[in-house]
């Protein structure tokens, strides 16, 4: 097992990427930037998922799926939002392909959309347009719900499990009657992050707070959990975001 393994004194980052190729979790895709999880990882995957997903139901959230494109002009609403994420996103411009003159495939200029659709970064956009809907007084609230799913963000740098440019996660989308209830959700979630870390990954966090440049884009406050990589630094493990009514007002809810 040690055969090929960079030494973590020489060169660390190389080091980690060594460990998850030579334990067979994962390999790098075609696709730039993407990688493929390999049966033996995929199944570490799956233990945790499973072990997240009945903490999250002893709290009440129920389990939901949102689509995966986003209208662009959803990424208008909130302005701070966009500005976070404008550098990551894959955009659909096109839906349909062709065979050229030239043999070849080309993208069918005639098949422009009419509007781009972000591949979804995060879904906070097309969540709360669905919201609108549900929420029609506080009779509907509390709203809990969970997403098992895929994003996309266009990383530069790229690094196994990390950081890819498709990852696999959860993403928690609660809606509240007043503000102490959002916080006590917010601080409530991390709390189970840091249970789930610490008790059924044997690895120690740090919980606390984001600062402004680092809060989640369209947040009032971000709290992290960051645990304490073996070269002395710190890595955001979890995160969980108080909106606030930013996302609320935006899609008129």
Not at 17 to 29: F, H, P, Q, R, T
Not at 188 to 212: H, L, N, R
Request: charged share 25%.
């Amino acid at each position: 097992m040690a055969k090929g393994i960079t030494k973590k004194s020489v060169n660390y980052s190389q080091w980690y990427n060594d460990i998850v190729m030579k334990a067979d979790l994962a390999e790098n895709s075609a696709v730039r930037g993407s990688m493929v999880i390999k049966p033996y990882g995929y199944a570490i995957w799956e233990k945790m998922q499973a072990q997240l997903d009945k903490m999250f139901k002893a709290t009440g959230h129920e389990n939901a799926y949102f689509p995966l494109f986003i209208p662009k002009s959803f990424f208008s609403k909130e302005a701070s939002h966009v500005d976070g994420f404008a550098k990551e996103c894959a955009v659909v411009t096109h839906y349909r392909l062709r065979t050229g003159q030239d043999g070849k495939i080309e993208v069918d200029p005639n098949a422009k959309l009419e509007e781009e659709l972000i591949v979804r970064p995060t879904s906070e956009t097309i969540i709360w347009s669905t919201y609108k809907k549900w929420i029609q007084s506080y009779r509907d609230l509390p709203i809990l719900i969970n997403q098992w799913a895929n994003v996309v963000r266009w990383e530069m740098r790229t690094r196994l499990f990390l950081r890819t440019a498709e990852f696999l996660w959860q993403e928690g989308h609660t809606a509240h009657a007043t503000q102490e209830e959002a916080l006590v959700e917010t601080k409530q979630m991390i709390d189970v992050y840091a249970e789930f870390a610490k008790s059924w990954m044997a690895m120690p966090v740090i919980i606390g707070t984001k600062s402004e440049n680092e809060r989640f884009a369209g947040a009032l406050e971000t709290y992290t959990i960051e645990a304490m990589m073996q070269d002395g630094k710190a890595l955001q493990s979890g995160t969980s975001h108080f909106l606030g009514q930013n996302f609320a007002k935006a899609f008129d809810v």
